[in-house]
């Protein structure tokens, strides 16, 4: 039994020879060493960041929530908030005139150029004044006519009383005649007016400037016929120097304001071009409107500036910055270090022992990155300006000096809008 399963054994084994492995090439075996140094750096890196692992968390303990965090820190101090009122406004004119023909007549000449600046009297323009010279000239020889009549009048009154004093005529005569020179020296009268009229006509042909200011462009052309019931006119006149700024403001700021100017008080008034970043002119509040607006609840003020340098022009939109009063010495602070939550407004005070606690502040107006502290702060306090985000009440705290450029707390400036940055 056992030689037949040897036997059994030897035929399968020469049935199915074993097979043996071929050699393997140069260019495989590179190939593989090439993955086995591949796998063994990444392992390697693989082992570092492991390593290293530790060591960054503790890193980040350090300022995170088990280390002390750091921030920049802005002392509270005294300094002068301006209270200023932001507005939109639009530059008008104090006197817009239509040069306009009182007469009508051909025009013949127009003696000013589009754009120039002409003062008040300057020769504009000028009507056709013959029709008018003979009118006057006329008028002229009936007045004298009847001045004639009149002095015959009066010769023949004188004479009539003298013989009805004598009782040579009838009484009833030199009464007659009396009225006689009566009419004739109303005559006189109404010859005397015509004769103004017509000379005032005749001075209506010369077309003077009624105001000072630039002209705009010729509305009508040498040689057209004019008449004084046409609604174009010949030019307009804008006055430029001075000129005003109409802007608009809540009602609520009404008071504060009514209370300088009755106090005599002089506010200025700053304008900027549209963007709010170029400083046109500064003036001085010229008058408050007689009444509020119902439909929107502002009032209008009208400020007046000099325009020296025409840097203001009618009907340009600007940006009008009224200071309305100066708070001095006043306790101040970074807008920066103001924080907002469930208990309103509050900073994070910095303590002795290099932690912060939460103070409760009431601010007043903001002016040029400061805020007024109405309670809450004294001056000399130290509140976070920068890195309040992750702070919590009873936060350790390490100090560091801000950014180059970064001034967290300085002197007051030319001011913002009155009421930003309140909280209560």
Same mark, same amino acid.
């Given at each position: ?234 030019? !307009?006149?804008?006055? %430029?120097?001075?000129?005003?700024? +109409?802007?608009?403001?809540?009602? @609520?700021? =009404?008071?504060?304001?009514? $209370? ?112 007024? !502290?109405?309670?809450? %702060?004294?001056?000399?306090?130290? +509140?976070?300006?920068?890195?309040? @985000?992750? =702070?919590?009440?009873?936060? $350790? ?28």
């Amino acid at each position: 039994m056992d030689d037949l399963n040897t036997q059994e054994k030897q035929d399968a084994q020469e049935a199915h020879p074993a097979r043996q492995r071929p050699a393997l090439s140069p260019r495989v075996t590179r190939r593989r060493g090439l993955w086995i140094a591949i796998i063994l750096l990444l392992g390697g890196a693989l082992a570092w960041w492991m390593h290293s692992r530790p060591a960054q968390q503790t890193q980040v303990g350090r300022f995170g929530l088990g280390g002390p965090m750091p921030v920049v820190a802005a002392a509270a101090q005294h300094g002068d908030i301006n209270i200023i009122d932001n507005a939109l406004g639009t530059v008008t004119a104090l006197a817009t005139v239509t040069v306009q023909t009182q007469i009508n007549g051909q025009l013949v000449e127009v003696a000013f150029k589009e754009g120039q600046n002409v003062q008040r009297g300057d020769f504009l323009a000028q009507i056709d004044p013959r029709p008018y010279q003979a009118a006057l000239d006329q008028a002229q020889g009936q007045l004298q006519k009847d001045q004639a009549s009149l002095k015959m009048a009066q010769m023949d009154l004188t004479r009539y009383q003298k013989l009805a004093e004598q009782n040579s005529i009838a009484r009833q005569q030199a009464e007659d005649q009396a009225y006689v020179v009566g009419q004739d020296e109303g005559t006189v009268n109404l010859d005397q007016a015509q004769l103004e009229n017509a000379k005032l006509n005749l001075a209506y042909c010369h077309i003077v400037a009624p105001v000072g200011g630039r002209i705009g462009l010729r509305l009508v052309d040498p040689g057209n016929y004019v008449q004084a019931s046409s609604a174009t006119g010949i030019a !307009v006149i804008t006055q %430029l120097q001075p000129i005003s700024v +109409v802007f608009t403001l809540p009602e @609520d700021e =009404l008071p504060a304001i009514l $209370k300088q100017m009755h106090a005599g008080a002089t506010l200025t008034v700053t304008v900027y071009d549209r963007s709010n970043m170029t400083k046109l002119a500064t003036g001085t509040l010229a008058a408050v409107d007689s009444q509020i607006d119902t439909t929107t609840g502002t009032v209008k003020l009208r400020a007046q500036f000099d325009n020296a340098d025409e840097s203001l022009f009618p009907n340009q939109f600007v940006n009008a910055r009224l200071l309305v009063d100066v708070l001095k010495d006043a306790t101040v602070i970074p807008t920066a270090a103001v924080q907002r939550g469930a208990p309103g407004a509050f900073v994070y005070l910095v303590k002795p022992d290099s932690t912060v606690t939460v103070q409760i502040v009431k601010l007043g107006p903001e002016d040029n990155g400061l805020v007024l !502290v109405q309670s809450g %702060l004294a001056a000399g306090d130290q +509140v976070v300006v920068d890195g309040a @985000d992750k =702070l919590r009440d009873g936060a $350790k705290i390490a100090l560091r000096q801000a950014q180059s450029g970064a001034t967290p707390a300085s002197g007051g400036g030319t001011g913002v809008q009155q009421g930003s940055g309140n909280g209560q």
